[in-house]
């Protein structure tokens, strides 16, 4: 612990005192190094003790024509064209993916997935130095494989029933799905378990943790953005959309108006960036949302069909995407001088989720920002010139996926009957004649189905 403190006081952060307070205060409990006697506890206290870098992310990797268009600018108005330049780069690639339809999109959840992991396990590789340790690196990669595996082919038996009973190999796969993964898992546990070497097992134990918290942050939440994309793009669309819209609302807001500080965790935000970031993103929701609501490419769920063995983004739009007469409140039909307003039921759904955006969604960036404090970092890494990491660009949408999710299946989804037929259609054929039997029963009981015409004598 001593060494701890040492090594804490000799950093560079502008926050040492505070640092080391911290440090003082939860080092003991949350690493447990206050209670070894024995002499192994005292050489991993001493070998495992994490000495962070003073940066990890910190070389500008701005292409040097960018540099010299800008040398005559103040740095903060530097930092806001290279940060608003690349915006507009990310936002047309953004347009250009969705056009390109949902197999894309979901090659693009893939690939940042895998990015963000990468850029999460580096830095833990990095701060605890384990270099020497066995097997690190390979088996954080095998367990994303695992991970992936599991989450994945749950989708691919949930969406793709009719492809998966038309293939042999894939029944196969579908029928023992979770067992697999599990011996898949059990093989990289077994694989940890004979890697540990005496002298580095807590160092081990740390990076085992390390890498299966980064799995539950990144994959889980990765497979919801993905879940949420077939539910019908507006759903993919508007999230990721409105989270965008509070980012760059909320650095205009607090760029040009920003006096107060919001947090200390991210010294630059400020409450007229929240606020005004609150308002714009509710406003720009809802014009969104208006405007998707128009187009079955947006609003139908993302189905695949057997006969084209393709995508398909065709049906009857359901009630949320139907215009609908509301009778506004006494107060505001005093204030706008109307009675009634015509709306999707969509754009009201995304008042609740631009609301959340606003509100809840910057806690992810400051929960991100907590830990580049506590590593002493100041991004994930430099990908994207300006705005740090992967990472640093996608640590509210991960948040604002798990809310989507949560909302579809609270609020607006109810039993999907194309799963269940596709669950009913692998059952054995006894089974399946006792279910339509009882079906059977059961409708014509409540009169749902027309009685047997009475034979003539």
């Not at 005559?72 to 993916?97: H, T, V």
């Not at 404090?373 to 640093?392: L, S, V």
């Not at 948040?399 to 269940?420: E, Q, W």
């Amino acid at each position: 612990m001593t060494e701890l403190r040492k090594r804490g006081a000799g950093g560079g952060d502008p926050d040492t005192a505070e640092n080391i307070s911290d440090k003082e205060a939860d080092g003991d409990d949350r690493l447990g190094l206050s209670g070894d006697t024995e002499g192994e506890c005292d050489a991993d206290s001493k070998t495992d003790t994490p000495d962070v870098p003073a940066s990890t992310a910190d070389t500008d990797n701005t292409p040097e024509c960018l540099n010299k268009a800008l040398e005559g600018l103040p740095p903060k108005w530097r930092n806001y064209c290279i940060r608003g330049l690349l915006s507009i780069c990310m936002i047309s690639g953004f347009f250009l993916m969705i056009y390109m339809g949902p197999i894309m999109l979901i090659f693009v959840v893939m690939g940042v997935q895998i990015k963000c992991f990468q850029e999460i396990i580096t830095i833990g590789y990095r701060v605890y130095h384990s270099y020497e340790l066995p097997w690190f690196r390979t088996l954080s990669w095998y367990f994303l494989i695992c991970v992936n595996y599991f989450f994945y082919g749950e989708t691919l038996a949930d969406y793709f029933g009719a492809l998966v009973r038309r293939e042999e190999p894939l029944q196969f796969l579908a029928r023992y799905h979770r067992f697999i993964s599990f011996t898949l898992y059990l093989a990289g546990f077994c694989m940890f378990v004979l890697s540990l070497v005496k002298k580095h097992y807590r160092l081990q134990f740390y990076m085992f943790a390390w890498t299966h918290v980064t799995l539950l942050i990144v994959v889980t939440q990765s497979h919801l953005v993905i879940q949420n994309l077939f539910e019908g793009m507006i759903w993919y669309i508007v999230p990721i959309s409105i989270v965008i819209c509070n980012d760059i609302m909320a650095y205009l807001f607090g760029f040009f108006f920003g006096r107060t500080p919001l947090i200390k965790l991210s010294p630059k935000k400020t409450w007229e960036g929240f606020i005004g970031g609150f308002f714009s993103t509710v406003v720009f929701g809802f014009i969104l949302a208006y405007l998707l609501s128009q187009f079955q490419y947006f609003v139908c769920p993302v189905e695949f069909s057997s006969e084209t063995n393709r995508f398909t983004v065709e049906c009857e739009p359901s009630d949320l995407f139907v215009m609908q007469e509301y009778t506004l409140p006494a107060a505001l039909q005093n204030t706008l001088s109307w009675k009634t307003v015509n709306l999707y039921p969509f754009q009201i759904h995304s008042i609740f989720l631009s609301s959340f955006a606003s509100l809840i969604g910057p806690f992810g960036g400051f929960f991100a920002s907590g830990f580049k404090r506590a590593f002493k970092i100041k991004d994930f890494a430099n990908t994207i010139p300006g705005h740090g990491g992967i990472m640093d660009r996608f640590d509210c949408q991960y948040l604002m996926a798990t809310f989507t999710h949560v909302y579809i299946a609270s609020f607006v989804r109810g039993p999907n009957p194309s799963k269940l037929l596709q669950q009913l259609l692998t059952l054995q054929p006894e089974q399946q004649l006792s279910i339509f039997n009882i079906l059977h029963s059961q409708l014509k009981e409540r009169g749902l189905l027309p009685l047997p015409a009475v034979q003539a004598e």
